[in-house]
């Protein structure tokens, strides 16, 4: 470690808690107060918006790290610009609402940008059939990760502690396998971030973390799983499988919405964890049985999988099938919950 990034680390949390106290403080002004209806998980008017105090932050020391270690790479390029467009897109849907399609193209613009600078620009050959076709699905997985991690910010504290308990793990693996490579400073610089706003977003949460947390955690870590995949094959498979819980439930929500002829476009309350919540009567008991998930059950699987110990697929299978049955168990999808 050097000393630019043992700063920043240092700053991040303190810097992440005291913005989102501002966020908090003036979120009337602000016009940030997410009131209740029928498909929300909490009962009282609640600010909302904290998490542009995480994007602002990170994407500050960020500039900063890149500047002081001289490191302007194509990784950097894309996190900054993509995060700061959806941030940006997400603050402003937080305190008036953007229509979807708007939101979308403003997604795919942030996707296509990541893509470009990962995967698209280090390679020469950019007429390959090939190339253009497989960029096309990594923008499409980058939209729906984006929007996956906003769907699934639906009680208090379950983006927060996933993200932690995602990403450091990520961020140690990473670290191992490939110690010269930035991508573990950018996640442990992502971790320290979002503790500063965990304080905050446990229950009974005091500050929501809306879009502009949501979304921009998840096209920051679709940039580095993105970023992954050009590396190694075993670190693109250990990501997919640490986000295993969020990826299985929104997924089988999504699916058993589709073929039920519900309104996938509306905001509903039909995800397994809501369901969870509800039933458990305990936002915190949920958010804390998924990162135990996350610690106990995926991380040694993703582990595995780096120390190529087991294949990436059939690692990805045994791991996902209990939580599959999990999320069918927990009535994924199923008519939103009614209070």
């Known amino acids: 470690m050097n000393l630019p990034f043992i700063l920043a680390l240092l700053i991040a949390a303190p810097a992440v808690y005291l913005f989102s106290a501002l966020v908090c403080r003036h979120a009337v002004t602000l016009k940030l107060i997410d009131t209740p209806n029928k498909r929300s998980s909490h009962a009282l008017p609640t600010p909302s918006g904290g998490g542009i105090a995480i994007a602002i932050v990170f994407l500050l020391l960020l500039v900063f790290l890149s500047i002081q270690l001289n490191n302007y790479d194509l990784l950097h390029l894309a996190i900054l610009g993509a995060g700061t467009l959806i941030a940006l897109v997400g603050f402003i849907d937080d305190r008036s609402h953007i229509p979807a399609h708007k939101r979308l193209l403003v997604h795919f613009l942030a996707a296509g940008w990541v893509v470009y600078c990962i995967y698209i620009k280090p390679i020469s050959h950019t007429s390959d059939l090939y190339l253009w076709v497989t960029s096309l699905f990594f923008m499409i997985f980058l939209v729906w990760l984006l929007n996956l991690y906003n769907f699934m910010d639906g009680i208090d504290a379950i983006t927060s502690s996933e993200t932690i308990t995602v990403t450091l793990p990520a961020a140690f693996i990473t670290w191992y396998v490939v110690p010269h490579d930035p991508s573990w400073m950018i996640l442990l610089l992502l971790v320290v971030s979002t503790v500063g706003f965990t304080f905050w977003n446990l229950p009974p949460a005091k500050l929501f973390m809306?879009?502009?947390?949501?979304?921009?955690?998840?096209?920051?870590?679709?940039?580095?799983?993105?970023?992954?995949?050009?590396?190694s094959k075993p670190l693109f498979y250990a990501w997919i499988i640490l986000l295993g819980v969020y990826l299985v439930d929104a997924t089988v929500t999504l699916i058993r919405r589709l073929t039920t002829g519900q309104k996938i476009h509306q905001a509903h309350r039909s995800h397994a964890y809501q369901h969870a919540a509800l039933r458990f009567q305990s936002h915190g008991k949920v958010s804390l049985i998924i990162a135990l998930i996350n610690i106990v059950w995926l991380m040694p699987a993703a582990w595995a999988v780096t120390m190529q110990q087991i294949n990436g697929p059939l690692a990805i299978t045994i791991t996902f099938t209990p939580l599959i049955f999990l999320a069918i168990y927990f009535k994924a999808g199923k008519t939103a919950i009614q209070r």
């Open 210 to 231: 809306g879009d502009s947390g949501s979304a921009f955690l998840g096209i920051v870590i679709g940039a580095l799983i993105l970023h992954a995949s050009t590396i």
